[in-house]
């Protein structure tokens, strides 16, 4: 079931439509306090979430989401600001489209997100590098024995880095490879969650021991 955090009724019901027709059931939410309500009482196979609601700035309601959920979430917005975009994938937004839109790339963003945090077996459960303890298993990060929350895309980049220590990856193997084919120039999105991962995983920023960057080329992931 799709949730559609939307207060457009054109645009709720184009997109209710176009998922029923792809059988998938939805449930529209015209507000940030029906949005609540629906996700308290329902599990979601993905959101839809417009910025400019009535009762608040939508990008409030990624921060509630992510501390309980790992639903994906696209942000479907007339916004075009490129600070808007970046802060609501700093926030833990999957992905953000702009108006007007194509339902057709719409849900193949959706299917995306969604196969980024399948639950598909892999090869090996745990990583480790350093202090970092990655399990596939559990989907989960420590650091010196300390839980650190990650975003599901923060983590398949993370797990993906893992899986090719000490190598140098290019921009678009990366892009391609935890955001799928389509997203190979999308450099802004790669950006954004490197400078999230590094506040979370390192201890100097400005100088990371993990994930160091190849000039005009890339990243390498350093395992001790």
Known sequence: MILVIEDDRAIATLLTRYF????KK????PSKNAAL????AHPFWAIILDLGLPDGDGKGLIQTIRKELDTPV????ARHDE???????????DDYITKPFSSKELFARIRSARRRISDAPLEKVLYTAGELILDTKTHSLTKEGHFIKLTPTEFSLLRFFMQYP??????????????????QNQTQYLRTYIN?????????????????TESSIGY????A
């Open 26 to 29: 939805v449930l529209v939410a």
């Open 196 to 212: 999230s991962l590094r506040k979370k995983i390192e201890v100097d920023t400005t100088r990371p021991v993990y994930i160091q």
């Open 74 to 77: 696209i942000i479907l917005s």
């Open 83 to 93: 600070a808007e975009i970046i802060a609501s994938l700093d926030l833990g937004a």
């Open 220 to 223: 390498r992931f350093f395992q």
């Open 166 to 183: 000490n190598q140098v990856l290019t921009h678009k193997r990366i892009l391609k490879e935890v955001w799928g084919v389509g997203y």
């Open 37 to 40: 309500r629906l996700l308290h």
């Open 20 to 23: 029923e027709q792809e059988n």
